[in-house]
Structures are given as C-alpha cells and as structure tokens.
C-alpha cells in the first residue's frame, strides 16, 4: 500500500488502529474511499508458551 494512503488512513481512523490492523487495500468510488484491513495476529502482552 503506497504511503500516501498509509499516512491519510492514519489521519482518519481511531488512534492506534493501525498498531492491530493493517491497510491492505483501498478503493476508490464515487461516494468516497472504501478502506480494507486486516487484523495483525499479535498475542496479547503476558501471554507467551509456558
């Protein structure tokens, strides 16, 4: 994903999103941009193998 849109859906989204998700796609309609995400796959912090 080019960093323009990175920067723009940082601006745009709740603050931190970006640290669970991540911008895969973005399309733009006539009615406005559609942003697609996908959830990063990151344990929680204190949950590791015991």
Known sequence: MSD???T???LLL???ILEY???V???KT???LQL???EKNLP???????
């Open 36 to 38: 697609f995400l996908e």
């Open 25 to 27: 796609q973005v399309l």
């Open 14 to 16: 709740p603050a931190g």
């Open 44 to 50: 929680p912090v204190g949950f590791g193998c015991f």
């Open 21 to 23: 998700f991540k911008l």
């Open 8 to 10: 723009l859906v940082g």
């Open 30 to 32: 006539e009615k406005g």
């Open 4 to 6: 323009a849109y990175q």
